[in-house]
């Protein structure tokens, strides 16, 4: 016969607190994740070395206030009806936020609205938006940076001659700001003048090619402002394989590892850059607060500054070329 072991009231007790205890302890773990709010993150591309950093400082922003971070993006930043899309699959997702890098400024405003509708918040990073929507919009002053690019071109090329732009997307809100102060810095300076306008989207062979087509057309060009990432790394390839360094004055925008080498080498005279880290950072951090309902700004500018020799190897630059870097 087996007996049965009869516990004593104390024991009894005892288990009833341990199990207690532990299933507590198992709720209390399972809290945070289920109350980690959740955010979307779209891009303009998936590509280049400029969003790659975007997103790092947006994955740091969302470790420190522990948010889980979903990342979204077209391949190519003119894509604007595929990144149309993926925004319509954030909303659909009800994220406590959402942070944009817009493709265009007025293709993008309807779906920024419709968030609104749902009660998601939404923070424009990189680029704007045409509506009112938008809580806040983190980024550099596009027009002061076109206006940047125009010094630094009189300074290295002088202030006579012939030059060229190589821009992105006609009609693209980035592009045209920085080409308005560009050409209003320029236009300081009469004996300077513009001879071509080109628009190379995201094709860095294209960027290259009309490039080449702007030399052979114009043999005493005296320097080339390309406007984003893309065209910078093709104007510097055709100027580059055409042995034009010491001839052609290139004024680029960002500061890839491409770029950074091209002035290292002296191909490329100067670059204008963001800071691409502290916009995802900040992007990710004024959601956040957005979806608490606090109130965050409306504008945070978070700067330009050109790059060349002379300056390239300060710390404080240093730190905005290589922010992943300890």
């Known amino acids: 016969m087996v007996k049965t072991m009869k516990l004593g009231p104390l024991l009894f007790a005892i288990l009833i607190a341990v199990v207690s205890v532990s299933s507590c302890s198992r709720q209390d773990e399972m809290t945070p994740a289920e109350q980690k709010r959740h955010l979307e993150v779209v891009l303009r591309s998936q590509n280049g070395d400029y969003w790659k950093t975007v997103k790092m400082g947006a994955e740091v922003a969302a470790k420190e206030f522990d948010v889980a971070l979903d990342f979204r993006a077209p391949g190519d930043e003119a894509d604007v009806k595929g ?14 936020a959402i942070v944009l890098a817009a493709n265009d400024y007025r293709e993008l405003s309807q779906v920024v609205e419709d968030a609104n509708a749902f009660g998601i918040p939404v923070i424009t990073i990189d680029s704007e938006v045409e509506s009112r929507k938008a809580k806040s919009f983190i980024g ?22 012939q030059i060229a732009i190589v821009s992105f997307k006609q009609g693209e809100r980035n592009t045209e700001l920085r080409e308005q102060g560009l050409l209003d810095e320029i236009a300081q300076y009469p004996d300077v003048r513009v001879i071509d306008k080109v628009y190379s989207l995201t094709d860095r062979e294209l960027a290259a090619q009309m490039t080449q087509n702007i030399v052979a057309k114009y043999p005493d060009l005296d320097g080339i402002v390309a406007l984003n990432e893309i065209s910078s790394i093709g104007v510097a390839d055709a100027v580059q394989q055409l042995n034009l360094q010491d001839k052609i004055k290139i004024i680029t925008f960002d500061s890839t590892s491409e ?11 100067a670059t204008i850059i963001q800071n691409p880290f502290s916009i995802g950072y900040l992007g990710v951090k004024n959601a956040v607060e957005a979806a608490k309902g606090k109130k965050v700004p409306s504008r945070v500018d978070t700067g330009i500054r050109a790059i060349d020799l002379t300056n390239m190897f300060w710390s404080d630059n240093q730190k905005l070329l290589f922010p992943f870097i300890k």
């Open 140 to 161: 550099a002053n596009n027009y002061e940076a076109g206006q940047l690019a125009g010094k630094q071109l009189i300074k290295l090329a002088g202030t006579s001659g």
């Open 83 to 96: 990144q149309i899309a993926l925004m319509e699959q954030s909303i659909s997702s009800r994220p406590d």
């Open 259 to 269: 770029e950074l080498e091209l002035l290292q080498e002296g191909v490329i005279q």
